[in-house]
């Protein structure tokens, strides 16, 4: 673990972002998504066979009826129950999100609009790798479908067996997709962005991912809509006097466990609890299954941080902009209004991230590495565009002419306003 006290702002941010690993990936990448774009379907299954170890040559890129079957049968029903509750509360919560199309009535019979329309067609990333993020289909095909988003498939890394997780199909299964692709990687991003053989081209693509999709989702934006630029998961925990450590130290574990390139970071103010955090650390780490993982997350992307003021832990979160925040203060709705930057907040002892992860109906499709100064959460805003529609009548024209030729002209437009001066003189 690494340990700063009363650090610079530059300090942390440079300890989090690693520039030259993002440019080695970047030149990668894009020789991926060249390739998938002149050679399509065998590109993608080159890739999959160098990267995945799988090989999928002679085999469809789709999942099968009778690999459908086989995979639902497997499945626990205390699993099946889980996620319809989880169903359930997702989408109580992004239906709040969704706008309703208005009008402002203008004078002399003339009126503008505003109409939600939804994408026709999403691409859904959920990560496979050493941990199947079931959670994740949940999390971001039903946010699509509330939205009005009529064609949605998913695509993630097979397994080393060529078959899709479980799990995964038994999500994919309750959200009804319109279908799901054994592909992982920049190359899957590829896929929907360009489209190929087998695989539509999609309107945007959606979901979390390692490094590598990341930055091809960075670099088709354009080709393609994106999300939000969401990478490895991390997470920062404000804590004092009060904050119990081993709640603190679960909750940074739960985030370095994902992946070796996790952040896992804790602000204090107190020298005590920070003692404390350390000796829980450890004591948790020992009782849990991925040690490989968490041995080298600890060491690389475990940060615990002193500062001597709140207003310090407020100026350095906001700075930082994390994926997720856990306010675990005595009072922790003081300060909750002064964070400007954080992907979600969660606020007291009982409120871990986990119940974001899985239950609580925000998706937690996140933006990552201080993305969340510019960037918000998935939800039903992503798949929708917003369209005016203007009407004017003839009288309200000739009302507004004076304006529109005077703009027009001012710009060098003369064309501009000889459009709506003749109509008036006619």
Same mark, same amino acid.
């Given at each position: 673990?690494?340990?700063?006290?009363?650090?610079?702002?530059?300090?942390?941010?440079?300890?989090?972002?690693?520039?030259?690993?993002?440019?080695?990936?970047?030149?990668?990448?894009?020789?991926?998504?060249?390739?998938?774009?002149?050679?399509?379907?065998?590109?993608?299954?080159?890739?999959?066979?160098?990267?995945?170890?799988?090989?999928?040559?002679?085999?469809?890129?789709?999942?099968?009826?009778?690999?459908?079957?086989?995979?639902?049968?497997?499945?626990?029903?205390?699993?099946?129950?889980?996620?319809? !509750?989880?169903?359930?509360?997702?989408?109580?919560?992004?239906?709040?999100?969704?706008?309703?199309?208005?009008?402002?009535?203008?004078?002399?019979?003339?009126?503008?609009?505003?109409?939600?329309?939804?994408?026709?067609?999403?691409?859904?990333?959920?990560?496979?790798?050493?941990?199947?993020?079931?959670?994740?289909?949940?999390? !971001?095909?039903?946010? =699509?479908?509330?939205?009005?988003?009529?064609?949605?498939?998913?695509?993630?890394?097979?397994?080393?067996?060529?078959?899709?997780?479980?799990?995964?199909?038994?999500?994919?299964?309750?959200?009804?997709?319109?279908?799901?692709?054994? #592909?992982?990687?920049?190359?899957?991003?590829?896929?929907?962005?360009?489209?190929?053989?087998?695989?539509?081209?999609?309107?945007?693509?959606?979901?979390?991912?390692?490094?590598?999709?990341?930055?091809?989702?960075?670099?088709?934006?354009?080709?393609?809509?994106?999300?939000?630029?969401?990478?490895?998961?991390?997470?920062?925990?404000?804590?004092?006097?009060?904050?119990?450590?081993?709640?603190?130290?679960?909750?940074?574990?739960?985030?370095?466990?994902?992946?070796?390139?996790?952040?896992?970071?804790?602000?204090?103010? !107190?020298?005590?609890?920070?003692?404390?955090?350390?000796?829980?650390?450890?004591?948790?780490?020992?009782?849990?299954?991925?040690?490989?993982?968490?041995?080298?997350?600890?060491?690389?992307?475990?940060?615990?941080?002193?500062?001597?003021?709140?207003?310090?832990?407020?100026?350095?979160?906001?700075?930082?902009?994390?994926?997720?925040?856990?306010? #675990?203060?005595?009072?922790?709705?003081?300060?909750?209004?002064?964070?400007?930057?954080?992907?979600?907040?969660?606020?007291?002892?009982?409120?871990?991230?986990?119940?974001?992860?899985?239950?609580?109906?925000?998706?937690?499709?996140?933006?990552?590495?201080?993305?969340?100064?510019?960037? !918000?959460?998935?939800?039903?805003?992503?798949?929708?565009?917003? #369209?005016?529609?203007?009407?004017?009548?003839?009288?309200?024209?000739?009302?507004?002419?004076?304006?529109?030729?005077?703009? =027009?002209?001012?710009?060098?437009?003369? =064309?501009?306003? =000889?459009?709506?001066?003749?109509?008036?003189?006619?």
């Amino acid at each position: 673990m690494n340990y700063f006290r009363n650090p610079t702002h530059e300090e942390i941010l440079n300890f989090l972002h690693n520039e030259t690993l993002e440019q080695e990936i970047s030149s990668s990448v894009a020789g991926i998504i060249e390739a998938v774009k002149i050679n399509g379907d065998h590109a993608v299954r080159e890739f999959t066979t160098k990267f995945d170890k799988v090989n999928l040559k002679g085999s469809a890129l789709d999942v099968s009826q009778k690999e459908w079957k086989v995979a639902l049968k497997s499945i626990d029903p205390k699993l099946v129950n889980a996620l319809k !509750s989880a169903k359930d509360n997702i989408i109580a919560y992004h239906e709040k999100q969704k706008r309703h199309d208005w009008t402002l009535e203008l004078a002399d019979n003339s009126y503008i609009k505003e109409r939600s329309v939804p994408l026709k067609k999403a691409g859904i990333y959920v990560p496979g790798g050493t941990a199947p993020l079931v959670s994740s289909v949940l999390m !971001s095909v039903l946010p =699509a479908q509330v939205a009005g988003v009529k064609e949605i498939y998913v695509s993630t890394p097979p397994r080393k067996d060529g078959n899709i997780d479980p799990g995964i199909l038994a999500a994919c299964e309750l959200c009804s997709v319109a279908g799901v692709f054994k #592909m992982g990687g920049a190359q899957a991003i590829a896929a929907l962005a360009f489209g190929t053989e087998s695989i539509p081209q999609v309107d945007i693509i959606v979901g979390p991912g390692n490094p590598y999709v990341t930055e091809a989702k960075r670099q088709l934006f354009g080709t393609v809509a994106i999300d939000m630029v969401a990478g490895p998961s991390e997470v920062l925990v404000l804590a004092d006097n009060t904050t119990n450590p081993r709640y603190a130290a679960l909750d940074l574990l739960s985030q370095l466990e994902h992946g070796k390139d996790s952040k896992a970071i804790c602000i204090s103010i !107190s020298s005590e609890f920070t003692q404390s955090l350390k000796n829980a650390l450890v004591e948790e780490c020992e009782q849990l299954s991925r040690g490989d993982i968490l041995s080298v997350s600890m060491k690389e992307g475990l940060i615990i941080i002193e500062v001597d003021s709140i207003y310090d832990m407020i100026e350095l979160t906001n700075a930082i902009a994390p994926e997720h925040l856990e306010i #675990m203060l005595k009072n922790p709705e003081t300060i909750v209004d002064k964070i400007t930057n954080a992907g979600v907040i969660f606020l007291g002892d009982f409120t871990p991230e986990a119940v974001g992860d899985y239950v609580a109906g925000p998706s937690h499709v996140l933006p990552t590495g201080g993305k969340a100064r510019f960037f !918000s959460g998935l939800s039903v805003y992503h798949f929708q565009r917003k #369209m005016s529609v203007i009407h004017y009548s003839e009288e309200k024209l000739k009302s507004e002419i004076t304006h529109i030729s005077t703009i =027009a002209l001012c710009e060098g437009l003369d =064309a501009h306003s =000889a459009s709506a001066v003749k109509r008036c003189k006619e």
